[in-house]
């Protein structure tokens, strides 16, 4: 349990200001087998602070990462076209950006199923993943990606630099949020970064959170919430700098880019976004507060709207088993009274049920064979790429229900 003396993941302030409690709720990404559906499952607080010194945005209470990352994770990058073309631009330009060749290293951490190294390897580009799930690690080496099944941390990247490696390119795509220890991880990074090396890290943007009202990105797994202002203080406590911020507000919601190196140089883009986000409000806990209020009005709207058509006669799935999904379901209060079963492209998830509220999960032609009156959108942030797979399901009467910020039928 979170403790009163609880410190800043970054800073170690003990001045953290609580702004929103999602109640108790299961580990979004421990789907559960129907044969286990009766036994208890594990809940865990979920209430998340800011801290005023550094403006990082954290949860207090710390589940074991073997626990959420090894024996509850069965997330794979490469069921996302949306993702995969990401990835493929990114290394596009890492390449063309720095150069890169076989005499280079890239080295990604959390690289899941080698989704985005492979484009890489393709050009002979040396690089090593690195992955603690075991599933993804395999799929990854599999597919000619070399992988260490590890988490990553400064104790790895000294005994990575003492091997021999340094990294002309490190890669921490939504893993920065994951991790529980940031110095130790950041120092990792700094360790294994060649001096002229660049890192990037993407993660959503704390600011696009809450002006989206994206309550259901928050979960036991995402340790943090991260904007330029939190991301600037921590880095530079490990000798590393904020160069550059690139901005893309249709992934995952809103994700931010930041890309750091040992080079003090603070780029226009760095700058423009760090005063921005002063002038907006993300140094100022009132912000906070404000938007902990407007998550209970529209939890209680969205449960509201799907109670009104139930009554009505309507029947309602909903598409995206991802953890975000497993918190909007939770705090909403939303389970098989109100939706019948959750549609998801990864076959590893069909057949499970949703944690908490047991919603069974289905391959996504489930839903022109059962043409459901309403498909709520979890994965809300995919909705341009789940209508233009879905376009039978809508040209055929279907209707989807985006749930944040303000529940809306479209």
């Known amino acids: 349990m979170p403790t009163p003396d609880a410190r800043c993941r970054s800073c170690g302030s003990d001045d953290l200001e609580v702004f929103l409690s999602l109640g108790s709720t299961p580990l979004a990404d421990a789907l559960v087998r129907p044969a286990a559906a009766g036994e208890p499952e594990a809940r865990y607080p979920l209430d998340v602070a800011v801290c005023p010194r550094c403006s990082l945005v954290q949860i207090l209470h710390e589940v074991e990462p073997r626990e959420l990352f090894v024996d509850n994770y069965l997330y794979f990058s490469s069921y996302s076209p949306q993702l995969l073309d990401h990835a493929r631009r990114h290394a596009d330009n890492l390449v063309a950006g720095r150069g890169l060749d076989a005499r280079s290293l890239v080295v990604e951490v959390a690289s899941n199923d080698g989704y985005l190294l492979r484009n890489f390897v393709e050009r002979g580009i040396p690089v090593l993943g690195i992955d603690p799930a075991p599933e993804q690690a395999a799929a990854a080496s599999a597919a000619g990606v070399p992988t260490l099944a590890e988490f990553f941390g400064g104790e790895m990247a000294a005994r990575l630099r003492s091997a021999g490696?340094?990294?002309?390119?490190?890669?921490?795509?939504?893993?920065?949020?994951?991790?529980?220890?940031?110095?130790?991880?950041?120092?990792?990074?700094?360790?294994?970064?060649?001096?002229?090396?660049?890192?990037?890290?993407?993660?959503?943007?704390?600011?696009?959170?809450?002006?989206?009202?994206?309550?259901?990105?928050?979960?036991?797994?995402?340790?943090?919430?991260?904007?330029?202002?939190?991301?600037?203080?921590?880095?530079?406590?490990?000798?590393?700098?904020?160069?550059?911020?690139?901005?893309?507000?249709?992934?995952?919601?809103?994700?931010?880019?930041?890309?750091?190196?040992?080079?003090?140089?603070?780029?226009?883009?760095?700058?423009?976004?760090?005063?921005?986000?002063?002038?907006?409000?993300?140094?100022?806990?009132?912000?906070?507060r404000d938007f902990g209020t407007r998550v209970e009005r529209t939890t209680r709207d969205l449960h509201a709207l799907l109670a009104k058509l139930k009554a009505g006669g309507s029947t309602i799935a909903a598409y995206g088993a991802a953890a975000k999904g497993s918190t909007l379901l939770n705090t909403a209060g939303i389970g098989t009274d109100l939706v019948d079963f959750v549609v998801d492209r990864n076959p590893h998830k069909h057949g499970l049920l949703m944690p908490g509220v047991h919603v069974p999960i289905r391959p996504t032609d489930a839903l022109v064979q059962d043409m459901p009156d309403y498909v709520l959108l979890l994965a809300w942030n995919f909705a341009a790429e789940i209508a233009a797979q879905q376009h039978e399901y809508l040209d055929r009467g279907g209707r989807f229900i985006v749930p944040v910020p303000t529940p809306t039928v479209i």
């Open 165 to 288: 490696l340094r990294a002309d390119v490190i890669i921490a795509n939504n893993v920065m949020a994951h991790v529980p220890d940031l110095n130790g991880f950041v120092a990792g990074i700094a360790t294994l970064l060649a001096d002229d090396g660049i890192a990037t890290i993407e993660n959503p943007s704390v600011g696009e959170l809450i002006d989206r009202g994206a309550f259901d990105t928050i979960y036991h797994e995402h340790f943090c919430y991260f904007s330029c202002l939190s991301v600037d203080a921590l880095v530079r406590r490990h000798g590393l700098f904020l160069n550059e911020v690139e901005q893309f507000p249709d992934l995952h919601g809103g994700t931010l880019r930041w890309t750091v190196s040992h080079d003090p140089a603070v780029g226009e883009s760095a700058r423009a976004m760090l005063d921005a986000e002063r002038a907006a409000g993300l140094a100022d806990p009132a912000h906070y």
